[in-house]
């Protein structure tokens, strides 16, 4: 197996975007992306799924989070998807509970090609943690399945602290796709009857 990594730039009009990502990691993060939540969250994301990941973004934060935090997502979606390469021996699913509290969350992945965002129980009791909207987290978690073309399902079974919720949230989702992208040697080429994912 080589290296499992991938190094991206995006930039646009509202964002410039470098991100460098490692599959087969240690924990390892560098988050600067000038909004404050999303780095706390990125961190901890890189941490539970055992990856490496830098991360600078400059962005219109003085607008509001919101092409930051879906630019992000964009690119560290591009970046798993070009990691991944042909995903040959990958266990290919994912599924992790992560209980914070009084939350109680749930990820099942697929990397599957094809894309899909599936969320519920996303009621967060409070609009905003700090100066970050919570609708931001459909945003980034969306375009994030869209562009690894995978299938991303997200359920919030409970919970009343909207950070709790949020961050449960990520945690399962780092393991879910920890769980996916490790090498199962009993897999022979690809885990897809069609040949290819």
Request: hydrophobic share 40%; glycine share 8%.
């Amino acid at each position: 197996m080589g290296n499992r990594n991938a190094e991206l730039q995006r930039y646009t009009g509202e964002t410039k975007i470098d991100l460098a990502f490692e599959v087969d990691g240690e924990g390892k993060s560098n988050i600067q992306t000038g909004v404050p939540f999303m780095d706390h969250m990125l961190d901890l994301f890189t941490r539970h799924g055992h990856f490496d990941l830098t991360v600078k973004a400059d962005g219109d934060v003085e607008v509001d989070d919101h092409h930051t935090t879906e630019d992000i997502g964009i690119v560290l979606g591009m970046a798993l998807k070009e990691a991944l390469g042909d995903k040959k021996g990958i266990k290919r699913y994912g599924n992790f509970f992560v209980p914070m509290d009084d939350t109680l969350a749930q990820v099942v992945v697929d990397l599957s090609n094809r894309p899909h965002f599936e969320i519920r129980g996303a009621e967060f009791p409070s609009q905003k943690v700090g100066t970050f909207d919570t609708e931001l987290v459909h945003e980034f978690l969306w375009k994030f399945a869209l562009e690894a073309r995978m299938n991303l399902h997200v359920i919030i079974h409970y919970g009343t602290n909207t950070h709790h919720m949020i961050e449960a949230v990520f945690k399962a989702m780092a393991r879910a796709i920890d769980e996916a992208v490790t090498i199962d040697p009993r897999v022979k080429g690809v885990p897809s009857t069609k040949g290819m994912l």
